[in-house]
DNA sequence: CTCCTAACTTATAATCGGTCTAAATCTATG
DNA sequence: CATAGATTTAGACCGATTATAAGTTAGGAG
């Protein structure tokens, strides 16, 4: 959870441990997406990795994101109506979503039981179970 | 669970109930929404309303689709990666999602249970929980 | 080195679900 | 019938994502 910081060297060794040839623009967005662990769009991110230093075109940011979370090495998260988002804490964990604001907020899973689901039907395999708590916040600063 | 069959009288009996004002084209939609009992997205209602005996228009489509959510007859369903589905089954239930066909298969709720979920913030009203159980089935007809 | 190939990146066009807009239609009421 | 508010409509528009086709890069063979 803490934002722990990654070498250039750590970065690469995570893309290759997941099966990624870590070009520059993939140990780019990498960096950019571990140093922070929060919840991203693929215009967050295209945002994150285009600066003074970098400059990384918007159909690479889609496709590496989508290698990404491919290999599993971040995680995808379908829960605003309009965009995806990409979480790189891969530690089972829940989300909170805020209807209005379209904010995330992770629940540790480690608390979280659930019990009773039915077998998944034959021959199929879990690729993940995601569990999203909609809430509204009571508006705050009406008036 | 069973497609029970609504009369016009229902169907406007359970617009009225939630709040809906029953046009013509709710009726329309609602009467296909409820005789069925599926996961529909905005483009299936949109053909099952547009036929040799009705017409309605994309746009009311759509917010009728919005409008039923909003007011609590249908559910609306954030699990596909590329547009929203409808659901009107409010009998709390979860879902299994194939990854690859885009397939929802309801999962009842009566079993499942979900301990452990921390509070919600401060002054945040709970809007629904969603569990989504993504899964793939192993290449039934690769060769 | 230089050539070659495969992998990768890029700019840009295209697609597609969904929303917006402004005009037309409907409905209830006086 | 006139009016106002709610609803519907066709079609323009938008924003996220994908497709396309050309350009770039890295690494091995000669």
């Known amino acids: 959870m803490e934002p722990k910081t990654y070498t250039h060297d750590e970065i690469i060794a995570m893309l290759r441990e997941h099966g990624i040839n870590p070009t520059a623009q993939r140990v780019e967005i990498a960096r950019e997406l ?3 662990k929060g919840h991203y ?3 967050d991110v295209f ?3 285009n600066n003074d230093q ?3 075109s ?3 940011v889609y496709n590496t994101l989508g290698l990404f979370a491919e290999k599993r090495l971040i995680r995808q998260l379908i829960v605003d109506p309009t965009k995806v988002f990409y979480d790189p804490n891969m530690v089972p964990h829940h989300h909170f979503y ?6 995330l907020t992770d629940i540790d899973a480690n608390d979280v039981r659930i019990t009773g689901l039915p077998a998944l ?3 199929a395999q879990m690729e993940g179970v995601d569990v999203i708590i909609r809430m509204r916040q009571a508006n705050p600063t009406a008036g």
């Not at 805020?98 to 904010?103: C, N, R, Y």
């Open 98 to 103: 805020d209807v209005v604001t379209g904010k």
């Open 47 to 49: 945002a994150l990795v």
């Open 41 to 43: 769009s693929a215009e």
């Open 34 to 36: 571990f140093s922070r």
């Open 58 to 60: 918007k159909a690479t």
């Open 121 to 123: 039907p034959p021959g």
């Open 54 to 56: 970098t400059q990384v």
